[in-house]
Each structure stands twice: as structure tokens, then as C-alpha cells.
């Protein structure tokens, strides 16, 4: 059984091949929201502790880890990995490529740094398209400026805006990735003078942010990723993972 982490695209991608040539995989998701993603997969919803993890992988007779969670999930990515190597079960862990086309960006390498930066910076507006998890963060240093939020359209991200306190009129509920055309448009209309972002990749939407950015003079404020060891391609990793399979069975 091939245990498959979510949290990207690509992780559904990966579930309809699974079910497409009759390959037995179970994907775990963070939260109930998430189901709306991944419809017709099967899934074991809800975060895990290192000690459920262990339990899952006994009960459902894993054998292979695939994990295709998002490029900045390393808390679920280090419980898999540690889990894999306790257990003697193989780990492969997708990577997007990372994007870096534009030279005004400012690089940061954590929530952390990004506050204190903000803490000082002299600006009317930024914008923020890195979801909701850190918004209480970026709230404590907003002091008398705009800052705008675009995060998924889901209860969990709502609410977690609601209860950081941010204002309705600075919130944005959308599905992505989105255009280059869209992303300028919403830029512009905010007057957007800042945009924080992570390097999600290709997949992520994050080329075209950084288009818009440069075609309206914004400076790009990027989250970098912490240094891991991965595949950066689908086909790659899917071949792996049945590799592993096959031997394992």
C-alpha cells in the first residue's frame, strides 16, 4: 500500500494515476476543506502526530511513502521521513522546481525575517499571497497599513482571518494559481505596493506573480524554502514509487 501525502496538485495528479492502473494508495490530507481537492481519492483526513503516523503505516500495511505535501510543509515532511526510516519503508519526496526570474526580489528566510522587516518598512500596501497560516503574524507588525490577504475559499482559512481580525474589504477568497492577468489586475487594484510570496514553483503560480510584479514596479518579498532532498519530476517519482512497490510485494 503506498501511503500518498497531499497537499498539492501534483498529489492528485499522482492519485488518479494510482487508481487509473489499479495501484493500492490511501492520500492523507490536513483538513476536512481539503476534501473538495482531491474528490474520488481515498483519503485519511486530519494532521498526525510521529506516533499516529507509526500506527497509520501498521494498520494499513504501508510500504511505500510518497510524499507530494507542499515545498514548505516540513513539520509533515520530517514526521514521514523519520516515520519511513523507523519503520524500514521506503520515503520519496516531491519537489517543485523553484522560480527565480526577477531581480528586484527581496529574499528572506523565514516568516520570522519577513516580520522584522515589515516591522520597519515604509509602505502603504502589501500584499500577501502565502494562504493564511501565518496571518496572525503578519498582523502583529501591520501597525497603520494595508495589508491584503489572498487565501483559499475554505471555513478553516476564513476563519483564521476573522480571528487574526483582518477586515473583509482586505480579504481575497480564490482558488489558484492564477494568471499573470489576474494577479496584475488585482495588484493594481489594491495598490499594491509590496507582494510576499513563497517559491511554490511552476505549479504554484509563482512565475506569475513575479510577471506582475515586474510589469507594475512592485517589489516581490519571497519566503525561501529550506533546503531538501527530492525528485522534481512526476513521471520520475511515479516510476520510483512502483519500482519500490513491485519490490516490495
Not at 501534483?10 to 494510482?18: D, H, Q
Not at 493500492?24 to 490536513?30: D, E, F, G, K, L
Not at 510543509?73 to 517543485?96: C, G, H
Not at 489576474?182 to 509563482?206: D, H, P
Request: charged share 30%; aromatic share 8%; with cysteine.
Amino acid at each position: 500500500m503506498i501511503w500518498l501525502i497531499g497537499g498539492t496538485s501534483e498529489a492528485g495528479i499522482l492519485a488518479k494515476r494510482f487508481e487509473k492502473n489499479g495501484n493500492a494508495y490511501i492520500m492523507s490530507i490536513a483538513t476536512e476543506d481539503g476534501k473538495e481537492f482531491f474528490q474520488d481519492c481515498k483519503l485519511k483526513i486530519g494532521r498526525m502526530t510521529k506516533e499516529e503516523m507509526l500506527e497509520f503505516c501498521k494498520t494499513e500495511k504501508i510500504t511505500t511513502i510518497a510524499d507530494l505535501s507542499h515545498p514548505y510543509a516540513l513539520v509533515v515532511s520530517q514526521l514521514a521521513y523519520e516515520t519511513s526510516n523507523e519503520l524500514n519503508i521506503k520515503y520519496f519526496r516531491f519537489l517543485r522546481s523553484e522560480i527565480t526570474e526577477n531581480k528586484n526580489t527581496l529574499h528572506f528566510k523565514n516568516i520570522e525575517e519577513v516580520c522584522t522587516f515589515l516591522k520597519i518598512l515604509k509602505t502603504e500596501c502589501v500584499f500577501f499571497t502565502t494562504g493564511s497560516k501565518n496571518i496572525p503574524d503578519f498582523e502583529k507588525v501591520r501597525l497603520n497599513r494595508r495589508f491584503v490577504y489572498r487565501i483559499l475559499p475554505t471555513a478553516e482559512s476564513i476563519e483564521k482571518c476573522k480571528n487574526a481580525g483582518v477586515a473583509a474589504k482586505d480579504i481575497i477568497a480564490i482558488v489558484g494559481p492564477v494568471s499573470e492577468k489576474l494577479n496584475t489586475a488585482m495588484f493594481r487594484e489594491y495598490g499594491a505596493e509590496y507582494v510576499v510570496l513563497k517559491n511554490s514553483g511552476e505549479e504554484g503560480g509563482t512565475k506569475e506573480k513575479l510577471e506582475a510584479c515586474s510589469k507594475l514596479n512592485i517589489v516581490p518579498i519571497m519566503i525561501d524554502r529550506e533546503e531538501q532532498n527530492g525528485i522534481d519530476s512526476l513521471d520520475k517519482i511515479e516510476k520510483e514509487i512502483l519500482k519500490n512497490e513491485y519490490t516490495a510485494n
